[in-house]
């Protein structure tokens, strides 16, 4: 009687953890009937996605449901099993823009073993991994089985290569046509590392891809725990952050996406850090300094005033005349601009001075894709100051009631792999009510956003987004066109933390006591997503 009893009171204990495995178990029965009856190594992606799934989520319920575990050290368990999970699940290649950086992290593996390129500025790659290109772009379903079938293989029983000799291609280095000038190293490094000992090693292409992506997820990871665990608000929100399918996605990708995500993160957490409390440590002043610096020139310097957010220390030390303050501020400030003015340095000398932007303020330049003229400053301004087009307000207008709706659902859930794979809107929905409980106000906050702090943080948020559409308008859009073109969901991410904050008020105030359903049951939906987004590649591709 009493082995009964404690099998039901054990049972009742774990009902929602029962309850979530099953649903995962079902969701995986619903994938193999429906799409995969005759596709063996797509049945068994599904089944490894599944079973990787059932185990993250009994580990939330016992270290975070059951105990309490801290939210960073949660966030590091549960961003690296998500993380692994994107990486195996999206093809190589299959996220934007990813062929252009891979090449450019082989391109900097090359150059430690002594390898350039070809005359025409070609990447060389090992035969076999020449030989094995993988699609950039998936038309069918059995596409998608070919390739789980050459990287489950490679994987099992051929994990060598014998044959390390080089081959000449014709893959193109990032930025590639469309790029400018010059292009930071630094976000490659960890890609390069790995890749260049998965070269020494002589692994097959497949592990040596998957070596690059786990490389920037590990990077992801630690700066993004940092960013959790420095910041004194909001930890679950920015948790959620970190889990969201667009970052998951992009912390895998060679793509600098992965350095951006968690930089901004970091920084936005270090300045709340220093902005509500006075216990400053030397060590986190020099790391919030060399985020900015590293930040500042990612991705066309879009993301410089994020950076910059330590100018807010200084402006609050200026006014309250405090010295000290001053001191500490001016000194993270200084050097955020010290190491950006260096990198700026390098990057001109390294920079080839054959290349050209395709992007001019003033001047008149073709934009790549289109074979055509793109907006110049020149064009604008004359439009606009005319007074029956106002020709600038009007093309922003028009792209963001054509678009805005579209921007906040790809930053939430959307816009996955080279299809764009878009999960239903429903989970789009939930993912936007559970980001709105997560970077909710606390009922026992100590922190509050609120007066000249949300103030700024409105202004930078508006800003930011002006500049990424701007750099768009003038870099990617043809000016026959009235509406900005190229903007993605994803390039809205860094300013996330920024939005949510500047929303927290008394009108939703979340009790401390419901954060471990709220983080529990994230963590289901955002496998039950993934197995979601793949049954996605299929429907897609039919």
Known sequence: MNAKKSFG?????????????????????????????????????????????????????????????AIHKLFAIVGL?????????????????????????????NALFGIHDSEDGYVPLRTDDANREPKNKYTNYLEYEHYYEEMIIQLKSNLIIDN???????????????GGAETQLYPYWPSVIAISLARVLKLNTAPLYLAG?????????????????????????????????????QA?????????????????????????????????????AVAGGLLCPLKHYTYFLISFLPLMLVIRALKQRDRASLKRSALIFGGVI??????VIIDKMLADPSAETTASLFGKHIIGWADTEGWDMNTLITETLNPKRFLLFHIFAETFVRY????????????????????????????????????????DQK?????????????????????????????????????????????????LPLIMLAMQSDMLVIDEKYDKGIVMFSVFHAVVLILGIFAGFVVATN
């Open 213 to 249: 992506r786990l490389a920037n997820l590990l990077g992801f990871l630690i700066i993004f725990t940092l960013a959790i665990k420095k910041t004194p608000v909001a930890k679950v929100g920015f948790f959620g952050m970190g889990i969201l399918p667009i970052v998951s996605q």
């Open 81 to 109: 099993f998500i993380g692994i999970m994107y990486m195996v699940m999206i093809p190589a290649y299959d996220t934007p823009d990813e062929p252009l950086h891979f090449y450019k992290a082989y391109q900097e593996s």
């Open 338 to 343: 010290l190491l950006f003015a260096v990198i």
């Open 164 to 178: 390390a000799a080089m081959k000449d291609t014709d893959y193109e280095a990032f930025p590639g046509q469309n």
């Open 447 to 495: 922190v509050e956003v609120k007066g000249r702090v949300r103030a700024f943080m409105i202004i930078i948020t508006l800003l930011l987004i002006a500049v990424i559409l701007a750099g768009l308008l003038f870099g990617w859009t043809p000016a026959v066109y009235e509406f900005i073109v190229g903007v993605q969901g994803r390039y809205f991410v860094p300013v």
């Open 9 to 69: 009171q054990l049972v009742r204990d774990h009902k929602w953890l029962i309850l979530m495995e099953l649903v995962i178990l079902f969701l995986c029965w619903i994938i193999d009937k429906t799409f995969y009856l005759n596709t063996y190594y797509m049945n068994k992606m599904v089944h490894f996605l599944t079973i990787m799934g059932m185990i993250l989520v009994a580990l939330v319920w016992f270290l975070w449901a059951k105990r309490d575990i």
């Open 404 to 443: 805005a709706g579209t921007y906040w659902i790809q930053s939430m859930s959307a816009g996955l792999g080279s299809m764009n794979i878009s999960v239903p809107t429903f989970f789009s929905f939930v993912w936007i009510l559970l980001f709105a409980l997560m970077f909710a106000k606390r009922k």
């Open 252 to 288: 895998i990708s060679f793509a600098q996406d992965w350095l951006i995500m968690s930089l901004s993160a970091l920084i936005v957490a270090l300045m709340l850090r220093f902005w509500y409390e006075e216990d400053w440590k030397i060590h986190e002043m020099v790391i919030l």
